[in-house]
C-alpha cells in the first residue's frame, strides 16, 4: 500500500487546508492506500483561535465535517499528536499519477 506524507508547515491555515484536500483527492485518484498530513504543533491540545496549532485544529474539524469522507475511511483515520494519517477508500480505477503544483510556503 503506497503511502503520501505531505508537509503543511509554512502554510497558512486556509492554504494548508485546501492543500490538504487537493493532496487527498489526487492520492486517491492515483491509487495511494493513505495520506499521512504533517501539521505539527505536537503538544497543542486544546483548539487555538490564533497562533501555533490552527492547521492542526483545521484539520480535525474538517475531517470531523466529513469534507474528505468521499475519498477516506475516517473510521480508519488516526489522529496522531503532529499529524493526522487517512486511510483512503479503495479506487477501483485509479489513474496514472498525477499532482498539482504545492503553492509556495507563506512562513518559513
Do not use: C
Request: aromatic share 8%; no cysteine.
Amino acid at each position: 500500500m503506497r503511502k503520501l506524507t505531505i508537509d503543511l508547515h509554512g502554510h497558512d491555515v486556509l492554504t494548508a487546508v485546501d492543500l490538504a484536500w487537493r493532496r487527498v483527492s489526487e492520492a486517491y485518484s492515483n491509487g495511494y492506500g493513505s495520506v499521512e498530513l504533517l501539521h505539527g504543533a505536537a503538544d497543542v491540545t486544546e483548539v487555538v483561535e490564533a497562533g501555533r496549532g490552527r492547521i492542526k485544529w483545521a484539520l480535525r474539524s474538517a475531517v470531523e465535517r466529513g469534507e474528505f469522507d468521499t475519498f477516506i475511511d475516517r473510521g480508519q483515520t488516526w489522529l496522531k499528536a503532529g499529524s493526522i494519517v487517512l486511510t483512503l477508500k479503495r479506487n477501483p480505477r485509479p489513474s496514472s499519477e498525477h499532482w498539482t503544483d504545492e503553492p509556495r510556503r507563506k512562513y518559513r
